[in-house]
C-alpha cells in the first residue's frame, strides 16, 4: 500500500511563495525517483519537477526553471517543492508521484505509478 499524501497548497498573490510536501509510505523511498506535476482546469496534466534517488539530479519544466526548487529528504520520506515567485499562470492542482522504473531520474509520465490526491494552488494577480 503506497501512499502518496500531498500538502501546502493555498491561495498567494503573484510573486508570493509556497512550500508543497509530500509524504509518502508503503515504499523504500530512496529506491524511487519522484515527481512534481499539476493540472489546471481544462487542461492536460504536466511535469513540473523530477528529482533522482539520492536527490542529486533535478529537472524542471522551462515555465518554472529558476523559480521552483525540487528537493528530498530521504531519512523522513518526504519530497519537497518550494515555489517562489509565482504567477498566475502556475494555479493548478499540484501532485506527487512515483517513479516505478527504478531509474536514477526519468521524465517519462508513464514511469510514474503511483500518485497523491494533490494539492490546490491558487494565484492571484
Known amino acids: 500500500q503506497v501512499q502518496l499524501v500531498e500538502s501546502g497548497g493555498g491561495s498567494v498573490q503573484a510573486g508570493g511563495s509556497l512550500r508543497l510536501s509530500c509524504a509518502v509510505s508503503?515504499?523504500?523511498?530512496?529506491?524511487?525517483?519522484m515527481g512534481w506535476f499539476r493540472q489546471a482546469p481544462g487542461k492536460e496534466r504536466e511535469g513540473v519537477a523530477y528529482i533522482s534517488r539520492g536527490g542529486t539530479r533535478t529537472l524542471y519544466a522551462s515555465s518554472v526553471k529558476g523559480r521552483f526548487t525540487a528537493a528530498r529528504d530521504n531519512a523522513k520520506n518526504t519530497l519537497y517543492l518550494q515555489m517562489n515567485s509565482l504567477k498566475p499562470g502556475d494555479a493548478a492542482m499540484y501532485y506527487c508521484?512515483?517513479?516505478?522504473?527504478?531509474?536514477?531520474?526519468?521524465?517519462?509520465?508513464?514511469?510514474?505509478?503511483?500518485w497523491g490526491q494533490g494539492t490546490q494552488v491558487t494565484v492571484s494577480s
Open positions: 508503503g515504499l523504500t523511498f530512496d529506491d524511487h525517483a
Open positions: 508521484a512515483e517513479d516505478a522504473s527504478r531509474s536514477v531520474i526519468t521524465t517519462t509520465i508513464s514511469d510514474f505509478r503511483s
